[in-house]
């Protein structure tokens, strides 16, 4: 899948040095995931109800 197309985001928490971020883009099946200071690097496709309930359950911490 080619992934140029689609918008990756950083939170807003992210500092602005970069530093150990992830960025995050809505891919068509699935919640893309990637560090920041490796955009070519290995990235994890997590599909859309997944990652609602791994966000879910980091909020709940």
């Given amino acids: 899948m080619e992934l140029t197309?689609?918008?990756w985001?950083?939170?807003s928490y992210s500092a602005a040095n970069?530093?150990?971020c992830?960025?995050?883009a809505d891919l068509p099946t699935a919640?893309?995931?990637r560090?920041?200071?490796d955009p070519d690097g290995p990235q994890l496709?997590?599909?859309h109800d997944a990652f609602k309930q791994l966000t879910k359950a980091i909020?709940?911490?």
């Fill in 5 to 7: 197309q689609y918008r």
């Fill in 9 to 11: 985001r950083k939170s």
């Fill in 18 to 20: 970069g530093g150990d």
């Fill in 22 to 24: 992830i960025e995050v």
């Fill in 31 to 33: 919640i893309g995931v």
């Fill in 35 to 37: 560090d920041s200071k």
């Fill in 45 to 47: 496709h997590i599909p």
């Fill in 59 to 61: 909020k709940n911490l």
